[in-house]
């Protein structure tokens, strides 16, 4: 498992573990496959944005490998 702060890194239809915009504060991650990555610059210290195949949106955590 790999961070997510590299956008390089993630790729659609890879399995990640993003936070929600209302979990922030409790850190509780969300897994799902990537539909598309929404953070246009190539690094994001807080995690690349990412929309999942289900509709949630969130910053990548943890790539699964």
């Given at each position: 498992m790999t961070e997510g702060t590299k956008r390089a890194d993630i790729k659609p239809g890879i399995e990640v573990s993003i936070v929600l915009k209302q979990?922030?504060?409790?850190?509780?991650?969300?897994?799902?496959?990537?539909?598309?990555?929404?953070t246009n610059s190539t690094n994001h210290h807080h995690?690349?944005?990412?929309?999942?195949?289900?509709?949630?949106?969130?910053?990548?955590?943890?790539?699964?490998?």
């Amino acid at each position: 498992m790999t961070e997510g702060t590299k956008r390089a890194d993630i790729k659609p239809g890879i399995e990640v573990s993003i936070v929600l915009k209302q979990d922030q504060r409790t850190g509780k991650l969300t897994k799902g496959i990537v539909k598309d990555i929404l953070t246009n610059s190539t690094n994001h210290h807080h995690g690349i944005k990412v929309r999942l195949e289900d509709g949630q949106v969130g910053r990548v955590k943890t790539i699964h490998t």
